[in-house]
Nanobody, 123 residues
Framework: QVQLVESGGGLVQAGGSLRLSCAAS????????LGWFRQAPGNEREFVAG????????LYADSVKGRFTISRDNAKNTVYLQMNSLKPEDTAVYYC????????????????WGQGTQVTVSS
């Protein structure tokens, strides 16, 4: 079993920045791909960014590419999402997720989920 706990969400004005963190624990955590998804009210949960177990494979949604950066520190079993140039449309609950080995963009393919952290971007 893998447990995931997100932190770092909050309220920020458009153009501002936030850094989300997700601490992972459990068996073979370092062998898991880690990712970030988000879900706004009335919307489906969508892929934001993912990073594979080695850190050598990274994927971003087109909507955040160039603004967000995902990274991981395997020694700390933590994945980060640095969010810059935030827009109101980035407002959502952000979820950390984990799955074996490689990043995919399909929500249903991820096995473990955190509780989520709210990110609100004001105009």
């Amino acid at each position: 079993q893998v447990q995931l706990v997100e932190s770092g969400g909050g309220l920020v004005q458009a153009g501002g920045s936030l850094r989300l963190s997700c601490a992972a624990s459990g068996r073979t955590v370092s062998n898991y791909a880690l990712g970030w998804f988000r879900q706004a009210p009335g919307n489906e949960r969508e892929f934001v960014a993912g990073i594979n177990w080695s850190g050598g494979g990274i994927l971003y949604a087109d909507s955040v590419k160039g603004r967000f950066t995902i990274s991981r520190d395997n020694a700390k079993n933590t994945v980060y999402l640095q969010m810059n140039s935030l827009k109101p449309e980035d407002t959502a609950v952000y979820y950390c997720a984990a799955r074996a080995m490689v990043v995919v963009t399909t929500t249903r393919s991820w096995n473990y989920w955190g509780q989520g952290t709210q990110v609100t971007v004001s105009s």
